[in-house]
């Protein structure tokens, strides 16, 4: 797969003792066939440069587990009526906290947070349900690398 967006993650694949796993691109298009959608092509680039496991976010994105953590993280916004359609969610942090992407937003969406107990504040101050944390998803992840290789 030719990498445009994830540069820094395709040059950084070792962090300390951490090296990414990817998967293959059959694999990605498994997962896209088996959740019918579409993924943003900076997404595609992190599970094919680091689907199983990666080195740069403390959080659970293996793409074995993306089924479990759509159903649980939804089950979650239900929970509190928030409707976010059509999105993605890449990343949780226990049953109440995820990152994620709308799907039409591009190729390099942003990134949004999502928490239940609403600790997250908007532009107004006001405790919200969710905001966006990075303009692109390659944004958000070279932030990550960046934090990780300061930790080394």
């Not at 943003?40 to 440069?49: G, H, I, R, S």
């Not at 979650?76 to 995820?98: E, G, H, W």
């Not at 990152?99 to 107004?124: C, Q, R, S």
């Amino acid at each position: 797969m030719e990498i445009q967006y994830l540069t820094k993650m395709k040059n950084n694949p070792k962090i300390g003792r951490w090296e990414n796993r990817g998967i293959s691109e059959q694999k990605i298009e498994k997962l896209e066939q088996d959740f019918k959608i579409k993924f943003p092509q900076a997404y595609k680039e992190f599970l094919f440069l680091g689907g199983e496991f990666q080195n740069c976010i403390d959080w659970n994105t293996n793409y074995q587990y993306l089924d479990w953590t759509q159903t649980n993280l939804k089950e979650s916004m239900d929970d509190v009526n928030l409707k976010l359609t059509p999105n993605f969610i890449f990343a949780d942090y226990n049953r109440d906290q995820c990152l994620f992407f709308f799907l039409d937003e591009g190729d390099n969406p942003p990134v949004y947070i999502y928490a239940e107990e609403k600790f997250h504040k908007n532009e107004k101050g006001e405790y919200v349900y969710y905001v966006k944390t990075n303009n692109s998803f390659s944004d958000f992840i070279d932030e990550c690398i960046d934090g990780a290789l300061k930790q080394k």
